[in-house]
């Protein structure tokens, strides 16, 4: 028996680059792979690259170049880049740094058995393709491995939407929806290898409109109610939205749907609705708003999430305050917030851009409120009890780590606790980055 090569896949960005990194492994496990946590065993590295924000493609070249020595080490170590850098820079990549064998992009990775069986003739591969068949038809089956007790399943992928400021619609391509069936095997599996939380993933996942079994494309939420009736599966989650596809049946489902979980990522960018429109977001800071309280008054205790753009051009300092003030409004439990990052060929690269001192500035005054609001919810907890699915040890001996129904971090001191575990845990105090409780029932 030839011994297995060995595989380094080095992942960075979105949770969609995650879960194409474990079909990347499973495709090249077909050539006789086994995935290994060092690059300095690998017989391939493969990096799976985020384009969302400047400087990202500049990391990957830096983190090429550090692979030099290793490749004269080791002539036959074939080196990968994969992921939103790929598509966007293709053979450039190969141009800049010809330490590259082999580039992919996140709609042809299917093919990568034969890019790296192309790579070890010592020919360079390349493939970022939009083909037309469907990645995921020929990676349908996956290996019958044991897993760990949360998942991501990429349900949907692509945008229409061309925000002014996004590569997404350029890297990922259009939106597609995968048909339901697939997503519910997919998910079926999963839950027999372990899985008892899944998270649906997408760029615009509540755009998702697969086809049904017997014709007709079904909504987000006809898919969840679909989900919700696998035994074994206890958590579902999906991310992330778009204000505009918020629609009655999904939003009727955080109400109703047992397993559907209390937290809802819903990025809405700016609170001015000037600014809104000059990154044709095609909504408004109070249509969101009315969109939070429908929410809300579904699922009262519902945790929402919110990411933010500040500094985006023409942002003026009235403009901000409305961010602000919107951010009062909502309450969030979390936000991700990032300086606008130019991105060449989107619209509004070509627009006059907003100082880099009043970019970070602003962002630290948005991080300053969105850490009180986080802090808030956070110590309310405190008292309650809540469920949480417990996932590893932590950091403490006899110490075991998860998440609650809200996607808070949960640490208990329990040693009869047991990862993939979900028990009710009553919370009695609140950290920096997590609550710490005890175990009230099981
Ligand atoms: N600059 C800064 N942030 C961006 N995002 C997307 N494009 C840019 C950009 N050019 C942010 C948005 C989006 C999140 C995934 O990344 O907030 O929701
Ligand atoms: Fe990008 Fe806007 Fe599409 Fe989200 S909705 S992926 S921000 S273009």
Redesign the pocket.
Known sequence: MTEAKKLYIKTYG?QMNVYDSERMAEALGGSGYVETQSPDDADMILLNTCH???KAAEKVYSELGRFRTLKQDKPDLKIGVAGCVAQAEGEEIMRRQPLVDLVVGPQSYHRLPQLEAKAREGKKALDTDFPVDDKFDTLRHRPKAKRGPTAFLTVQEGCDKF?A????PYTRGAEVSRPATRIVEEAQDLVERGVREITLLGQNVNAYHGAGPNGGDWSLARLIWALNDIDGLERIRFT?SHPNDMSDDLIAAHGECEKLMPYLHL?V?SGSDHILKRMNRSHTAESYLRVIEKIRAARPDILLSG???VGFPEESEADFQATLDLIEEVEYGYA?S??????PG?P?AERAQVDEDVKSERLQRLQALITRQQRKIQDAMVGRTVKVLFEKPGRLPGQMVGKSDYLHAVHVTDSSVQAAEIASVEIIESGTNSLGGRIVAR
């Open positions: 979105c969302i924000r400047e925000c400021f996004c590569v997404v992330t990025p960018q990411d933010f753009i991700y990032f300086k606008y990052s130019t991105r989107t509004a």
